[in-house]
Protein backbone atom coordinates (compact mmCIF):
# COMPACT_ATOMS: atom_id res chain seq x y z
CA UNK A 1 0.00 0.00 0.00
CA UNK A 2 1.42 3.57 -0.80
CA UNK A 3 1.59 5.57 1.52
CA UNK A 4 1.13 9.20 1.39
CA UNK A 5 4.53 11.45 1.48
CA UNK A 6 4.94 14.23 3.57
CA UNK A 7 4.59 17.62 1.67
CA UNK A 8 8.30 18.24 1.83
CA UNK A 9 9.05 14.60 0.56
CA UNK A 10 6.76 15.42 -2.49
CA UNK A 11 8.67 18.40 -3.39
CA UNK A 12 12.21 16.73 -3.20
CA UNK A 13 10.68 13.63 -5.32
CA UNK A 14 9.58 16.55 -8.03
CA UNK A 15 12.99 18.05 -7.76
CA UNK A 16 14.57 15.22 -8.42
CA UNK A 17 12.64 14.54 -11.88
CA UNK A 18 12.95 17.77 -13.12
CA UNK A 19 16.45 17.71 -12.16
CA UNK A 20 16.62 14.64 -14.12
CA UNK A 21 14.72 15.98 -17.29
CA UNK A 22 16.91 18.96 -17.51
CA UNK A 23 20.31 16.69 -16.90
CA UNK A 24 18.50 15.06 -20.22
CA UNK A 25 17.71 18.17 -22.20
CA UNK A 26 21.17 19.69 -21.50
CA UNK A 27 23.13 16.34 -22.41
CA UNK A 28 21.26 16.51 -25.66
CA UNK A 29 22.02 20.50 -26.61
CA UNK A 30 25.29 18.74 -26.08
CA UNK A 31 25.14 16.61 -28.77
CA UNK A 32 24.44 16.56 -32.61
CA UNK A 33 21.67 18.20 -32.89
CA UNK A 34 20.30 19.70 -36.24
CA UNK A 35 20.43 23.01 -34.63
CA UNK A 36 23.53 24.34 -36.85
CA UNK A 37 21.90 22.52 -40.22
CA UNK A 38 18.21 24.15 -39.65
CA UNK A 39 20.69 27.85 -38.73
CA UNK A 40 22.46 26.95 -42.32
CA UNK A 41 19.01 26.26 -44.04
CA UNK A 42 17.68 29.65 -42.65
CA UNK A 43 20.49 31.96 -43.27
CA UNK A 44 22.19 30.73 -46.21
CA UNK A 45 19.18 28.79 -47.83
CA UNK A 46 16.68 31.54 -47.69
CA UNK A 47 19.20 34.59 -46.54
CA UNK A 48 18.36 37.88 -45.48
CA UNK A 49 14.14 37.58 -44.71
CA UNK A 50 13.02 41.42 -44.04
CA UNK A 51 9.11 41.05 -43.15
CA UNK A 52 6.57 40.98 -46.05
CA UNK A 53 9.47 39.94 -48.26
CA UNK A 54 9.29 36.76 -50.11
CA UNK A 55 12.12 35.32 -48.56
CA UNK A 56 10.57 36.17 -45.13
CA UNK A 57 7.11 34.33 -46.32
CA UNK A 58 9.69 31.27 -46.80
CA UNK A 59 11.11 31.39 -43.86
CA UNK A 60 7.68 31.68 -42.19
CA UNK A 61 6.61 27.85 -44.26
CA UNK A 62 9.86 26.22 -43.34
CA UNK A 63 9.39 27.22 -39.60
CA UNK A 64 5.92 25.70 -39.61
CA UNK A 65 7.28 22.38 -41.24
CA UNK A 66 10.30 22.35 -38.86
CA UNK A 67 7.76 22.59 -35.76
CA UNK A 68 5.66 20.03 -37.85
CA UNK A 69 8.57 17.70 -38.33
CA UNK A 70 9.26 18.57 -34.46
CA UNK A 71 6.32 16.18 -33.56
CA UNK A 72 4.86 19.23 -31.57
CA UNK A 73 0.59 19.18 -30.76
CA UNK A 74 0.14 21.65 -33.05
CA UNK A 75 1.75 24.23 -35.71
CA UNK A 76 -0.29 27.20 -36.59
CA UNK A 77 0.56 30.95 -38.50
CA UNK A 78 -1.37 33.88 -36.61
CA UNK A 79 -1.72 36.58 -38.94
CA UNK A 80 -1.14 40.62 -37.77
CA UNK A 81 -0.52 43.52 -39.83
CA UNK A 82 2.38 46.04 -40.23
CA UNK A 83 1.56 49.58 -40.57
CA UNK A 84 3.48 50.61 -43.49
CA UNK A 85 5.22 48.77 -46.17
CA UNK A 86 9.17 49.87 -47.01
CA UNK A 87 11.39 47.95 -49.92
CA UNK A 88 14.55 49.37 -50.82
CA UNK A 89 15.28 49.39 -54.65
CA UNK A 90 18.74 51.29 -55.44
CA UNK A 91 21.21 53.20 -53.93
CA UNK A 92 23.40 55.31 -55.19
CA UNK A 93 26.06 58.07 -54.65
CA UNK A 94 29.14 59.65 -55.94
CA UNK A 95 31.40 62.52 -55.01
CA UNK A 96 31.59 64.82 -57.95
CA UNK A 97 34.14 67.19 -56.43
CA UNK A 98 36.40 68.55 -55.73
CA UNK A 99 37.16 64.43 -56.73
CA UNK A 100 34.96 61.87 -58.54
CA UNK A 101 34.79 58.51 -56.18
CA UNK A 102 31.93 56.62 -55.95
CA UNK A 103 29.99 56.46 -52.50
CA UNK A 104 29.38 52.88 -50.42
CA UNK A 105 25.98 53.59 -49.52
CA UNK A 106 22.95 51.76 -47.82
CA UNK A 107 19.13 53.52 -47.70
CA UNK A 108 18.52 53.79 -43.92
CA UNK A 109 14.85 51.73 -43.05
CA UNK A 110 11.49 53.94 -44.21
CA UNK A 111 13.96 56.31 -46.07
CA UNK A 112 12.21 58.79 -48.66
CA UNK A 113 13.26 58.47 -52.76
CA UNK A 114 15.11 61.30 -54.05
CA UNK A 115 13.34 62.77 -57.53
CA UNK A 116 16.16 60.84 -59.56
CA UNK A 117 19.21 61.75 -58.70
CA UNK A 118 20.31 64.49 -57.20
CA UNK A 119 23.48 66.62 -56.75
CA UNK A 120 23.83 68.96 -54.56
CA UNK A 121 26.45 70.31 -52.39
CA UNK A 122 27.81 68.70 -48.68
CA UNK A 123 27.35 70.55 -45.93
CA UNK A 124 29.06 68.97 -42.51
CA UNK A 125 26.38 68.58 -39.71
CA UNK A 126 28.78 67.33 -36.82
CA UNK A 127 27.26 65.04 -35.05
CA UNK A 128 23.79 65.31 -35.94
CA UNK A 129 22.53 67.72 -32.94
CA UNK A 130 20.09 70.37 -33.27
CA UNK A 131 22.27 73.15 -32.42
CA UNK A 132 24.62 71.67 -35.51
CA UNK A 133 22.15 72.16 -37.89
CA UNK A 134 21.20 75.17 -36.54
CA UNK A 135 24.39 76.33 -37.06
CA UNK A 136 24.55 75.44 -40.59
CA UNK A 137 21.87 78.26 -41.71
CA UNK A 138 20.71 79.16 -45.33
CA UNK A 139 23.91 76.44 -46.13
CA UNK A 140 21.55 73.78 -45.49
CA UNK A 141 18.80 74.43 -47.62
CA UNK A 142 18.99 71.97 -50.44
CA UNK A 143 22.24 70.56 -49.19
CA UNK A 144 23.34 66.81 -48.63
CA UNK A 145 24.11 67.21 -45.11
CA UNK A 146 26.60 64.32 -43.49
CA UNK A 147 26.40 63.45 -39.74
CA UNK A 148 29.78 61.97 -38.48
CA UNK A 149 29.24 59.35 -35.83
CA UNK A 150 31.98 57.51 -33.07
CA UNK A 151 32.96 54.31 -33.38
CA UNK A 152 30.11 52.18 -32.04
CA UNK A 153 31.90 49.78 -29.63
CA UNK A 154 29.15 49.07 -26.56
CA UNK A 155 25.35 48.24 -26.43
CA UNK A 156 25.38 51.54 -24.80
CA UNK A 157 26.54 53.07 -27.95
CA UNK A 158 24.44 51.20 -30.09
CA UNK A 159 21.34 52.55 -27.80
CA UNK A 160 22.96 56.40 -28.26
CA UNK A 161 22.76 55.80 -31.92
CA UNK A 162 19.21 54.95 -31.92
CA UNK A 163 18.42 57.67 -29.09
CA UNK A 164 19.57 60.78 -31.21
CA UNK A 165 17.65 60.14 -34.47
CA UNK A 166 14.73 61.55 -33.05
CA UNK A 167 16.36 65.13 -32.69
CA UNK A 168 18.43 64.97 -35.60
CA UNK A 169 15.48 63.89 -37.79
CA UNK A 170 13.16 66.97 -36.96
CA UNK A 171 16.28 69.60 -37.35
CA UNK A 172 17.45 68.37 -40.32
CA UNK A 173 13.59 68.50 -42.05
CA UNK A 174 13.49 72.04 -40.12
CA UNK A 175 16.87 73.06 -41.73
CA UNK A 176 15.39 72.02 -45.02
CA UNK A 177 18.23 69.43 -46.38
CA UNK A 178 17.38 67.94 -49.35
CA UNK A 179 18.99 64.31 -48.08
CA UNK A 180 20.85 62.71 -44.78
CA UNK A 181 24.12 60.89 -44.81
CA UNK A 182 25.13 59.08 -41.91
CA UNK A 183 28.57 57.69 -41.39
CA UNK A 184 28.46 54.24 -40.39
CA UNK A 185 29.33 53.47 -37.11
CA UNK A 186 31.55 50.39 -37.75
CA UNK A 187 35.20 50.65 -39.56
CA UNK A 188 36.09 48.89 -42.78
CA UNK A 189 33.65 50.35 -45.21
CA UNK A 190 30.60 48.03 -43.32
CA UNK A 191 26.96 48.91 -44.40
CA UNK A 192 23.68 48.03 -42.10
CA UNK A 193 20.55 49.52 -42.10
CA UNK A 194 19.60 51.88 -39.66
CA UNK A 195 16.05 52.35 -39.16
CA UNK A 196 15.71 56.07 -37.79
CA UNK A 197 12.18 55.68 -37.08
CA UNK A 198 9.55 53.07 -36.58
CA UNK A 199 7.65 51.89 -39.74
CA UNK A 200 4.41 53.86 -37.75
CA UNK A 201 5.43 56.69 -38.93
CA UNK A 202 7.22 58.17 -42.36
CA UNK A 203 10.54 59.47 -42.19
CA UNK A 204 10.24 62.19 -44.57
CA UNK A 205 13.68 62.56 -45.95
CA UNK A 206 15.87 60.40 -48.09
CA UNK A 207 18.70 58.88 -45.61
CA UNK A 208 21.35 56.35 -46.03
CA UNK A 209 24.18 54.90 -44.07
CA UNK A 210 27.63 55.74 -45.48
CA UNK A 211 31.11 53.61 -45.71
CA UNK A 212 32.95 54.95 -41.96
CA UNK A 213 35.98 56.09 -43.74
CA UNK A 214 34.33 57.56 -47.30
CA UNK A 215 32.58 59.92 -44.39
CA UNK A 216 36.00 60.60 -43.17
CA UNK A 217 37.49 61.93 -46.22
CA UNK A 218 34.31 63.75 -47.35
CA UNK A 219 34.45 65.81 -44.11
CA UNK A 220 37.95 66.61 -44.58
CA UNK A 221 37.64 67.75 -47.99
CA UNK A 222 34.61 69.86 -46.90
CA UNK A 223 36.70 71.60 -44.49
CA UNK A 224 39.08 72.83 -47.27
CA UNK A 225 36.61 73.76 -50.23
CA UNK A 226 33.27 72.94 -51.54
CA UNK A 227 31.94 69.04 -51.98
CA UNK A 228 29.21 68.30 -54.53
CA UNK A 229 27.69 64.73 -53.91
CA UNK A 230 25.22 63.06 -56.73
CA UNK A 231 22.51 60.77 -54.94
CA UNK A 232 19.88 58.47 -55.90
CA UNK A 233 18.23 56.58 -53.55
CA UNK A 234 14.68 54.71 -54.96
CA UNK A 235 12.66 52.86 -52.45
CA UNK A 236 9.07 51.39 -52.72
CA UNK A 237 6.96 52.64 -49.93
CA UNK A 238 3.25 51.40 -49.75
CA UNK A 239 0.63 51.07 -46.69
CA UNK A 240 0.01 48.25 -44.18
CA UNK A 241 0.45 44.63 -44.95
CA UNK A 242 -0.12 41.43 -43.47
CA UNK A 243 2.89 39.00 -42.03
CA UNK A 244 2.37 35.98 -39.75
CA UNK A 245 3.92 34.54 -36.50
CA UNK A 246 4.39 30.81 -36.47
CA UNK A 247 3.36 29.43 -33.40
CA UNK A 248 3.62 25.78 -31.90
CA UNK A 249 2.54 24.50 -29.00
CA UNK A 250 3.17 21.37 -26.22
CA UNK A 251 -0.01 20.90 -24.43
CA UNK A 252 0.79 20.59 -20.67
CA UNK A 253 -0.68 17.44 -18.80
CA UNK A 254 -2.46 18.65 -15.94
CA UNK A 255 -3.09 22.95 -16.82
CA UNK A 256 -2.92 22.96 -20.32
CA UNK A 257 -4.86 26.09 -20.33
CA UNK A 258 -1.24 27.97 -18.57
CA UNK A 259 1.26 28.98 -21.22
CA UNK A 260 4.33 29.44 -20.93
CA UNK A 261 6.78 30.82 -23.85
CA UNK A 262 9.55 31.03 -25.52
CA UNK A 263 10.15 33.17 -28.50
CA UNK A 264 12.26 34.61 -31.22
CA UNK A 265 12.33 36.68 -34.09
CA UNK A 266 12.39 34.77 -37.35
CA UNK A 267 12.46 38.00 -39.60
CA UNK A 268 15.96 39.89 -40.45
CA UNK A 269 17.03 42.75 -42.23
CA UNK A 270 18.37 41.97 -45.69
CA UNK A 271 21.79 43.09 -45.86
CA UNK A 272 23.47 40.16 -44.31
CA UNK A 273 21.34 36.97 -43.51
CA UNK A 274 20.28 37.64 -40.21
CA UNK A 275 22.24 34.98 -38.46
CA UNK A 276 23.41 36.33 -35.34
CA UNK A 277 19.92 38.48 -35.41
CA UNK A 278 18.09 36.27 -35.39
CA UNK A 279 18.88 33.51 -36.77
CA UNK A 280 20.24 31.67 -34.28
CA UNK A 281 17.76 31.77 -31.59
CA UNK A 282 15.42 30.95 -33.89
CA UNK A 283 17.14 27.77 -34.82
CA UNK A 284 17.40 27.01 -31.03
CA UNK A 285 13.62 27.89 -30.30
CA UNK A 286 12.57 25.11 -33.22
CA UNK A 287 15.27 22.72 -31.37
CA UNK A 288 13.50 23.76 -28.10
CA UNK A 289 10.29 22.08 -29.32
CA UNK A 290 12.25 19.23 -30.78
CA UNK A 291 14.26 18.12 -27.40
CA UNK A 292 11.25 18.57 -25.34
CA UNK A 293 8.82 16.37 -27.56
CA UNK A 294 11.60 13.82 -27.62
CA UNK A 295 11.54 13.51 -23.56
CA UNK A 296 8.20 11.80 -24.51
CA UNK A 297 7.43 13.44 -21.20
CA UNK A 298 4.64 15.85 -21.07
CA UNK A 299 4.91 19.38 -18.92
CA UNK A 300 2.17 20.42 -16.25
CA UNK A 301 1.60 23.22 -18.14
CA UNK A 302 1.10 23.96 -22.25
CA UNK A 303 4.36 25.25 -23.72
CA UNK A 304 4.62 27.45 -26.63
CA UNK A 305 7.01 28.15 -29.17
CA UNK A 306 6.93 31.30 -31.19
CA UNK A 307 8.54 32.59 -33.97
CA UNK A 308 7.56 36.30 -34.46
CA UNK A 309 7.92 38.43 -37.62
CA UNK A 310 8.13 42.31 -37.79
CA UNK A 311 9.61 42.55 -34.90
CA UNK A 312 12.73 44.80 -36.79
CA UNK A 313 9.83 47.08 -38.18
CA UNK A 314 8.90 47.63 -34.33
CA UNK A 315 7.73 44.39 -32.54
CA UNK A 316 4.79 44.08 -34.69
CA UNK A 317 4.43 40.30 -34.64
CA UNK A 318 4.35 39.88 -30.65
CA UNK A 319 2.30 42.83 -30.45
CA UNK A 320 0.19 41.53 -32.79
CA UNK A 321 0.41 37.72 -30.97
CA UNK A 322 -0.88 39.74 -27.52
CA UNK A 323 -3.70 41.35 -28.91
CA UNK A 324 -5.47 38.17 -30.87
CA UNK A 325 -4.47 36.10 -27.15
CA UNK A 326 -5.40 38.86 -24.88
CA UNK A 327 -8.64 36.62 -23.42
CA UNK A 328 -5.29 34.47 -22.52
CA UNK A 329 -2.87 36.78 -21.04
CA UNK A 330 -3.52 36.08 -17.64
CA UNK A 331 -2.90 32.24 -17.96
CA UNK A 332 0.81 32.94 -19.51
CA UNK A 333 2.89 32.49 -16.39
CA UNK A 334 5.91 33.36 -18.20
CA UNK A 335 7.30 34.77 -21.58
CA UNK A 336 11.22 34.70 -22.17
CA UNK A 337 12.53 35.67 -25.40
CA UNK A 338 15.88 35.23 -27.22
CA UNK A 339 17.36 38.04 -29.26
CA UNK A 340 20.84 38.75 -28.85
CA UNK A 341 22.59 36.21 -31.21
CA UNK A 342 25.05 33.25 -29.93
CA UNK A 343 26.47 35.15 -27.13
CA UNK A 344 26.55 33.09 -24.02
CA UNK A 345 23.91 33.60 -21.63
CA UNK A 346 24.93 35.33 -18.45
CA UNK A 347 21.74 35.50 -16.80
CA UNK A 348 17.68 37.40 -17.78
CA UNK A 349 16.30 40.29 -17.95
CA UNK A 350 14.01 40.88 -14.99
CA UNK A 351 12.42 43.35 -17.08
CA UNK A 352 11.62 45.64 -13.87
CA UNK A 353 10.27 42.77 -12.00
CA UNK A 354 12.27 42.54 -8.97
CA UNK A 355 9.31 40.08 -7.66
CA UNK A 356 10.62 37.51 -10.39
CA UNK A 357 13.92 37.23 -8.93
CA UNK A 358 13.47 34.49 -6.04
CA UNK A 359 11.44 32.29 -8.82
CA UNK A 360 14.07 32.70 -11.40
CA UNK A 361 16.89 32.54 -9.12
CA UNK A 362 15.01 29.19 -8.03
CA UNK A 363 14.37 28.20 -11.73
CA UNK A 364 18.44 28.57 -12.65
CA UNK A 365 19.72 26.75 -9.55
CA UNK A 366 19.67 23.35 -11.44
CA UNK A 367 20.94 24.77 -14.74
CA UNK A 368 25.18 24.74 -15.32
CA UNK A 369 26.80 27.62 -15.17
CA UNK A 370 24.09 29.97 -14.25
CA UNK A 371 23.95 28.58 -10.33
CA UNK A 372 25.03 32.54 -9.89
CA UNK A 373 23.29 34.40 -12.20
CA UNK A 374 23.22 38.06 -13.28
CA UNK A 375 19.66 38.61 -13.86
CA UNK A 376 19.76 42.72 -14.12
CA UNK A 377 16.20 44.27 -13.05
CA UNK A 378 16.70 46.51 -16.02
CA UNK A 379 13.56 46.49 -18.29
CA UNK A 380 14.11 46.24 -22.28
CA UNK A 381 12.76 48.48 -24.98
CA UNK A 382 13.23 46.56 -28.25
CA UNK A 383 12.85 43.26 -28.54
CA UNK A 384 9.71 40.98 -28.33
CA UNK A 385 9.05 40.56 -24.81
CA UNK A 386 7.77 44.89 -25.04
CA UNK A 387 4.41 44.18 -25.46
CA UNK A 388 3.79 41.44 -22.82
CA UNK A 389 5.89 43.67 -20.40
CA UNK A 390 2.98 46.45 -21.50
CA UNK A 391 0.31 43.94 -20.55
CA UNK A 392 1.65 42.41 -17.09
CA UNK A 393 2.87 39.54 -18.08
CA UNK A 394 6.01 37.86 -16.49
CA UNK A 395 8.46 38.36 -18.88
CA UNK A 396 12.17 37.26 -19.64
CA UNK A 397 15.22 38.29 -21.68
CA UNK A 398 18.29 36.23 -21.93
CA UNK A 399 21.08 38.40 -20.78
CA UNK A 400 23.86 37.28 -23.40
CA UNK A 401 27.49 38.33 -23.54
CA UNK A 402 26.87 41.01 -27.28
CA UNK A 403 30.48 40.57 -28.54
CA UNK A 404 29.86 38.05 -31.52
CA UNK A 405 26.05 40.58 -31.81
CA UNK A 406 27.16 43.86 -31.52
CA UNK A 407 29.73 44.37 -34.68
CA UNK A 408 27.47 42.61 -37.17
CA UNK A 409 24.22 43.84 -36.19
CA UNK A 410 21.57 44.79 -39.26
CA UNK A 411 25.28 44.54 -41.06
CA UNK A 412 26.36 42.86 -44.17
CA UNK A 413 28.38 40.77 -42.14
CA UNK A 414 25.83 38.86 -40.18
CA UNK A 415 26.10 35.47 -41.63
CA UNK A 416 26.50 32.01 -40.20
CA UNK A 417 30.04 32.17 -40.27
CA UNK A 418 30.04 34.97 -37.32
CA UNK A 419 27.77 32.92 -34.76
CA UNK A 420 29.87 30.58 -31.66
CA UNK A 421 28.47 27.73 -32.26
CA UNK A 422 29.60 26.66 -28.76
CA UNK A 423 27.68 29.20 -26.90
CA UNK A 424 24.57 28.78 -29.32
CA UNK A 425 24.51 24.80 -27.85
CA UNK A 426 25.29 26.06 -24.44
CA UNK A 427 22.07 28.26 -24.94
CA UNK A 428 19.99 25.96 -25.99
CA UNK A 429 20.43 24.05 -22.86
CA UNK A 430 19.66 26.56 -20.72
CA UNK A 431 16.80 27.57 -23.03
CA UNK A 432 15.62 23.92 -22.98
CA UNK A 433 16.06 23.30 -19.23
CA UNK A 434 14.43 27.15 -18.24
CA UNK A 435 11.61 26.48 -20.26
CA UNK A 436 10.71 22.95 -18.86
CA UNK A 437 11.30 23.92 -15.47
CA UNK A 438 8.26 27.31 -16.05
CA UNK A 439 6.08 24.74 -17.40
CA UNK A 440 6.74 21.95 -14.72
CA UNK A 441 7.16 23.95 -11.15
CA UNK A 442 4.05 23.50 -9.43
CA UNK A 443 4.35 27.12 -7.95
CA UNK A 444 3.25 30.01 -10.84
CA UNK A 445 6.36 31.62 -12.02
CA UNK A 446 4.52 35.31 -11.72
CA UNK A 447 1.46 36.87 -11.20
CA UNK A 448 0.06 39.34 -13.79
CA UNK A 449 0.39 42.97 -12.85
CA UNK A 450 -2.41 45.36 -13.14
CA UNK A 451 -2.54 48.68 -15.57
CA UNK A 452 -1.55 50.89 -12.48
CA UNK A 453 1.44 48.65 -11.51
CA UNK A 454 2.47 48.52 -15.25
CA UNK A 455 2.57 52.08 -15.51
CA UNK A 456 4.68 52.89 -12.18
CA UNK A 457 6.76 49.89 -13.73
CA UNK A 458 7.60 52.17 -17.04
CA UNK A 459 7.98 54.91 -14.87
CA UNK A 460 10.25 53.23 -12.33
CA UNK A 461 12.58 51.74 -15.09
CA UNK A 462 12.62 55.06 -16.88
CA UNK A 463 11.01 53.40 -19.66
CA UNK A 464 8.79 56.16 -20.45
CA UNK A 465 11.89 58.33 -21.86
CA UNK A 466 12.85 55.31 -24.39
CA UNK A 467 8.99 54.92 -25.55
CA UNK A 468 8.60 58.70 -26.30
CA UNK A 469 12.20 58.75 -28.26
CA UNK A 470 10.93 55.23 -30.32
CA UNK A 471 7.54 57.10 -30.85
CA UNK A 472 5.91 54.25 -28.78
CA UNK A 473 4.33 56.46 -25.89
CA UNK A 474 1.27 57.66 -27.90
CA UNK A 475 0.47 54.19 -28.98
CA UNK A 476 0.21 53.23 -24.98
CA UNK A 477 -1.07 55.75 -23.64
CA UNK A 478 -4.01 55.14 -26.08
CA UNK A 479 -4.44 51.70 -25.72
CA UNK A 480 -3.06 50.30 -29.13
CA UNK A 481 0.02 48.46 -27.22
CA UNK A 482 -0.57 46.12 -24.58
CA UNK A 483 -3.71 44.93 -23.23
CA UNK A 484 -5.45 46.06 -20.32
ZN1 LIG B 1 16.87 41.04 -33.12
Request: hydrophobic fraction near 40%.
Amino acid sequence: MLRPLPLFAAALLLCQAADDVQQRLTGRASSDTPILSDLHELCDGIGGRPTGSPACERAIEWAAAKFKAAGVDSVTTEPFTVPQSWTPRTAEAECLAPERFTLRIAAAPYSSSTAGAIEAALVDAGEGTPEAFEHLGPAARGAIALVSSKEMKTLDDLFAEYIKSGPMIAAARKAGVAALLLQSTRPHGLLYRHPLVNSNEPLALPAAILSREQAGRLVRLAAHGTVRVRLRLLNQTGGPYESRNVVAEIKGRERPDEVVLLGAHLDSWDLGTGAEDNGANSAMVIEAARAIHSLGARPRRTLRFVLFTGEEQGMFGSAGYVQRHKAEMDRHNAVVIFDMGSGRTTGFFLNGREDLRRPLNRALAGITGLEAADNPADALDGTDNFDFLLSGVPNLVANQDAAPYLPQYHAESDTVDRVNTRELRANSAIANSLIWWLAEDPERFGRRLTHDEVDKLITDTRLDSQMKAFGQWDDYRAGKRGVR
